[in-house]
């Protein structure tokens, strides 16, 4: 965690608070995507991987995808999932709020 923190510019504890908290800047995921030498789709469940692939945002043949990483990979899966969930309730709240209006 230090080195890649490290490496992506940010501090180890904000790395640990990003991870502990389930939230991370799109930025800042990049990054971990380019250092991990990854697809960042690999942090997104199928769904979104199938809407991405139907774009021509195909990651260039000279990036190879490293497995190495399979756990951090998976804490970067867990914190774009706690965000697609928060936009779900959030998109629900709107809802409730704009039929009582």
Not at 1 to 10: T, V
Not at 15 to 34: F, G, P
């Given at each position: 965690?230090?080195?890649?923190?490290?490496?992506?510019?940010?501090?180890?504890?904000?790395?640990?608070?990003?991870?502990?908290?389930?939230?991370?800047?799109?930025?800042?995921?990049?990054?971990?995507?380019?250092?991990?030498?990854?697809?960042?789709?690999?942090?997104?469940?199928?769904?979104?991987?199938?809407?991405?692939?139907?774009?021509?945002?195909?990651?260039p043949a000279s990036m190879p995808i490293?497995?190495?990483?399979?756990?951090?990979?998976?804490?970067?899966?867990?914190?774009?999932?706690?965000?697609?969930?928060?936009?779900?309730?959030?998109?629900?709240?709107?809802?409730?709020?704009?039929?009582?209006?």
């Amino acid at each position: 965690m230090r080195q890649l923190a490290s490496d992506i510019g940010m501090s180890e504890a904000n790395l640990h608070r990003c991870v502990n908290n389930n939230k991370i800047q799109a930025a800042d995921l990049e990054q971990i995507a380019l250092k991990l030498r990854v697809d960042i789709r690999q942090f997104f469940d199928d769904e979104v991987k199938a809407l991405a692939n139907n774009t021509d945002t195909q990651m260039p043949a000279s990036m190879p995808i490293v497995d190495d990483n399979r756990e951090l990979i998976e804490l970067c899966k867990s914190l774009v999932e706690n965000y697609q969930q928060r936009d779900d309730v959030m998109n629900k709240l709107v809802s409730m709020v704009k039929g009582i209006e």
